[in-house]
């Protein structure tokens, strides 16, 4: 986890390596965001492509 924390990216996947660990924030300066769907339509549909394990 980062000690940097974006306030213009929310996130509360602690499980990924950029997770800010001082708070619900990212700790990137940007990100992806994409997709695994052919036509998305729900939330569902939609992934940061930015994530990372973080082991």
Known sequence: MLSHENKSIRCTVNQC???????DYCGLDHITIG??????????????M???TSH
């Open 17 to 23: 390596a950029h997770h800010c660990s001082c708070g």
């Open 35 to 48: 997709t695994h769907e052919a036509n998305p339509c729900t939330q569902q549909c939609v992934d940061c």
């Open 50 to 52: 930015s994530f990372a």
